[in-house]
Each structure stands twice: as C-alpha cells, then as structure tokens.
C-alpha cells in the first residue's frame, strides 16, 4: 500500500521562502485529499515540492510502491498545438522509455480516453480544443503513466459542472480501485465536502488546518482563512453544504452606511 506524509515542508525560490511549515500525518492510498486556501496561498509551490520540481526544507516520506511514482498535474499543461490529443498522451506514456507502444499500452490509453469522454475528440490537435477539452487532455496524460501518487492542480477549473462532477467522480473511484494517493487543489469547498475525504488548508504559504473535510470546512474557516461570512447546512439528502452571505470587508462597509 502506498503512502504520503510530510514532515516540516518548505519551498524556496532563491532566498525566498514561500511555503513553509507543512506537516501532514500519512495520507493512504485509496481516496482524494482536497487542498483548499485562498489565491497564491501556496497549494502550487507545495504540490512542485512533493512532486520533487522545488526545493525546500521538510521531508517528503514515500512509502510503499510510490517511489518514482509521483506525477504532478500543473493548473496549464503547456500543451503544445502541434499535437493530437492522442499524440499527447501517447507522448505522456512514454517519457524516459522507448517510444515503441506496446498493445497493452494502446489499450490503457483508449481506457483512459473513454473514461473521460474525450475518444471523440482523440485526433483533433490540442490548440483547435476548448480550455476545458485541454484539461480533460492533460488528465489524460497524467493517468496514462499510472501514477501512485497524483498531485492534480485545479483540474476541473475550466470544466464545466457536469464535467466537474463527472471527473471527481471518475478520480475517486481510480483512487479506490487503484489505491492511488490523490491530492487535488480545488476552490469549490462543497465539492471538496462532497468527495475528498480529507482536506489540508493552506493559507499565506502555512498550513492552517488538516484532517476529515467534515471537521475541517466550518464557519470558522471561511470566516478566518477566506474572509467570509458563512455557514454549514445539511442539504434534504442530509449532506453539509456551504452558504457564504458575503465577504467581511463589504459586511463592515455596510454597517457603516
């Protein structure tokens, strides 16, 4: 079974720390982990430095078959226009190996790429795809090398809702049938309620708060991390589900007129 957990994570860039402090107990394969905060609060620099492209103070501990094999999904795959959709992918499988593509291979790309609805759109060149078709692409390129470990950065920022909830959905149950480590950076605090089953907060480059979402997403939170007023309801299905009424800047201002 593989696992993660840092200990003391830092990123530098120079002499300039950014990130800093980060001590997450082991994370088990086997379910998402959402990575929350506000903008530039951190979540990419710390997801570079798991993923081995930043360095930093901290230990990083791997555990199990999950050495060399942590992929990380940027939020921009820099994906290049010359490419099919397909072409990229089958690039992605091969990085570091022979490019000869075994039938194996041909047939976990084609998994990949009817799993996440894109087979139709496998040869049309990345630069004539949507934003969200792109990302869906470079989901695809992530899975196809098999990941243990996936870092995934705002992957479903361009998705449309369906899409959103169709690709949480499918990482979910990778990460189940796979026993992957899955952290996904996300804004939307209900998805992450709704299908991680941990959260890490980080905030002005610390992590502010770690453990089971339903303990962690709470009016506190929203009030001291994100500088909104706010509550946790239960929906008719019983579930918890945020409702912001506004930021505390504009509720002062308000109160003043």
């Given at each position: 079974m593989v696992s993660l957990a840092l200990e003391g994570v830092g990123v530098r860039y120079g002499h300039t720390e950014v990130v800093g402090g980060v001590t997450v107990p082991t994370l088990r394969g086997g379910g998402l982990t959402a990575v929350i905060g506000p903008n530039a609060a951190g979540k990419s620099s710390l997801f570079k430095r798991i993923a081995g492209l930043a360095s930093g103070p901290g230990?990083?501990?791997?555990?199990?078959?999950?050495?060399?094999?942590?992929?990380?999904?940027?939020?921009?795959?820099?994906?290049?226009?010359?490419l099919t959709l397909y072409e990229s992918v089958v690039l992605a499988a091969k990085l570091?190996?022979?490019?000869?593509?075994?039938?194996a291979e041909l047939a976990h790309i084609d998994e990949i790429l009817d799993a996440l609805r894109i087979a139709d759109i496998a040869f049309r060149n990345l630069g004539e795809l949507?934003?969200?078709?792109?990302?869906?692409?470079?989901?695809?390129?992530?899975?196809?090398?098999?990941?243990?470990?996936?870092?995934?950065?705002?992957?479903t920022a361009a998705l449309d809702l369906h899409r959103q909830m169709e690709v949480l959905s499918l990482?979910?149950?990778?990460?189940?049938?796979d026993d992957m480590v899955v952290l996904i950076a996300i804004h939307d605090l209900n998805h992450a309620l709704r299908f991680c089953a941990d959260t890490i907060v980080v905030a002005n480059g610390r992590m502010a708060a770690c453990g089971p979402s339903a303990e962690i997403v709470t009016a506190e939170l929203l009030r001291d991390v994100y500088r909104v007023s706010g509550r946790i309801e239960r929906c008719s299905h019983?579930?918890?589900h945020v409702i912001v009424d506004g930021p505390l800047e504009a509720g002062a201002v308000q109160a003043t007129l």
């Open positions: 230990t990083v501990h791997v555990e199990g078959d999950g050495a060399g094999s942590i992929r990380y999904m940027p939020q921009d795959t820099g994906a290049n226009a010359v570091g190996s022979s490019l000869r593509v075994s039938d949507s934003g969200g078709q792109r990302q869906l692409a470079g989901i695809a390129q992530a899975l196809v090398r098999r990941p243990r470990i996936l870092l995934m950065d705002e992957p990482m979910r149950g990778l990460a189940r049938r019983g579930l918890p």
